[in-house]
Antibody, heavy 120, light 107 residues
Framework: DVQLQESGPGLVKPSQSLSLTCTVTGYSITSDYAWNWIRQFPGNKLEWMGYISYSGSTSYNPSLKSRISVTRDTSKNQFFLQLNSVTTEDTATYYC?????????????WGQGTSVTVSS | DIQMTQSPASLSASVGETVTITCGASENIYGALNWYQRKQGKSPQLLIYGATNLADGMSSRFSGSGSGRQYSLKISSLHPDDVATYYCQNVLITPFTFGSGTKLEIK
């Protein structure tokens, strides 16, 4: 079964970069799927941030395009989120999730989420 | 971006009742619409994909309908375990936009 696990610092200072890792087990990130980052703000709004596909192509939410980068390490079966120049408005719970034709174009596997607070 | 307008924002109903949540897209999304259930403290869980298809392992009390720009999620015979926030999601094109969520409570 596909399992995803987010990890990273829970506290980031304003203007710094937020870096998170999603470790995938039970499936190779080069086999299929797009590997996504989604965040849930306080107040429960969900925002899709971007993905890296099994082939390595990326797609980003235009609202974040100048600040976001999604990369991967295929040897470790991990993919990463980097969000630059964070502000308090980036405080959220961050999830990684799968999406693709194999999952009927739905996000059927999710990590448990990791909470990130942006504060000085 | 495709905007998703979901209503109501919150809903309170009794055990055994049937409730409906609606989701409107700012343009035709041709059935590329998913529903998720998020219980307190948990990750979202896929509920319905492709507007009408029940995800594996989810109760048949959940059903989805709609086409074009208008979609709905019906929950029949409410159980206490249905307490959650429900979200619709456009997956026709990126950015994959979500509705604002409907918080379901049991009276």
């Amino acid at each position: 079964d596909v399992q995803l696990q987010e990890s990273g610092p829970g506290l980031v200072k304003p203007s710094q970069s937020l870096s998170l890792t999603c470790t995938v087990t039970g499936y190779s990130i080069t086999s299929d799927y797009a590997w996504n980052w989604i965040r849930q703000f306080p107040g429960n709004k969900l925002e899709w941030m971007g993905y890296i596909s099994y082939s390595g192509s990326t797609s980003y939410n235009p609202s974040l395009k100048s600040r976001i980068s999604v990369t991967r390490d295929t040897s470790k079966n991990q993919f990463f989120l980097q969000l630059n120049s964070v502000t308090t408005e980036d405080t959220a719970t961050y999830y990684c999730a799968t999406w693709g034709s194999s999952s009927h174009y739905a996000m059927d596997y999710w990590g448990q989420g990791t909470s990130v607070t942006v504060s000085s | 971006d495709i905007q998703m307008t979901q209503s109501p924002a919150s809903l309170s109903a009794s055990v055994g009742e049937t409730v409906t949540i609606t989701c409107g897209a700012s343009e035709n999304i041709y059935g590329a619409l998913n529903w998720y259930q998020r219980k307190q403290g948990k990750s979202p869980q896929l509920l319905i994909y492709g507007a009408t298809n029940l995800a594996d392992g989810m109760s048949s009390r959940f059903s989805g309908s709609g086409s074009g720009r208008q979609y709905s999620l019906k929950i029949s015979s409410l159980h206490p375990d249905d307490v959650a926030t429900y979200y619709c999601q456009n997956v026709l094109i990126t950015p994959f936009t979500f509705g604002s969520g409907t918080k379901l409570e049991i009276k």
